[in-house]
């Protein structure tokens, strides 16, 4: 009877580990796509914001990778991937902040038009991704990592679309680059609060 239950249990956790490999190949290839799209058209359009939401798709696209890649194993194999997640997250961040004090330096006003167009698109593509996530949150610390790196997203593209409206309205290229720092706060405060619970786990 035990042994059958035990088989029982490890078929659940076979077919959750599918099924968990099949969302992040999804949101994998979004993020990529995405990443591409908003970093070249950010760097044309001057806009430190979509440069930044940029990099948050790419770091996205590798904690999804990563996580692909421990979902079929040990706890503490997922334990690392998320700390790896962290660690990009606070790097990419700080990347984020040397451009927006470059930018600060030498101001460039960006096009709001482009800003809002590709804002749009990103928004979407990151509901999708988060809709999909949402299912397995709750799963182990690897799934719920990633779930936070997607809900960043959605704040992010928040961000940028705001900071498009007052780019056009004010003229000026400074919403842009306070949303390039609040990208960067966010980054670092989500990489902290996962590396906390990677400890406590």
Request: glycine residues 4%; aromatic residues 10%; contains cysteine.
């Amino acid at each position: 009877m035990a042994d059958s239950c035990c088989a029982n249990k490890e078929q659940d956790l076979k077919s959750l580990a599918t099924r968990q490999a099949k969302v992040l190949w999804i949101v994998l290839f979004i993020n990529l796509a995405m990443f591409l799209v908003e970093f070249i058209l950010g760097w044309i359009s001057d806009s430190t914001a979509l440069v930044g939401d940029s990099l948050d798709m790419l770091a996205d696209a590798l904690a999804y990778g990563s996580s692909l890649y421990v979902v079929k194993r040990s706890f503490s194999a997922k334990i690392a991937a998320s700390k790896f997640k962290a660690y990009l997250m606070i790097g990419l961040g700080l990347v984020v902040l040397f451009r927006a004090i470059y930018r600060f330096l030498f101001q460039v006003l960006p096009e709001a038009e482009l800003m809002t167009i590709i804002g749009i698109f990103a928004l979407i593509a990151n509901l999708i991704c988060l809709a999909l996530l949402t299912r397995h949150k709750n799963d182990d610390i690897n799934f719920e990592s990633v779930w936070i790196c997607s809900r960043n997203d959605i704040i992010s593209n928040v961000s940028v679309l705001i900071a498009a409206f007052l780019v056009y309205q004010l003229r000026s290229p400074l919403p842009d680059l306070f949303v390039g720092l609040g990208i960067t706060v966010l980054f670092l405060r989500s990489a902290f609060g996962i590396l906390s619970r990677a400890k406590i786990a």
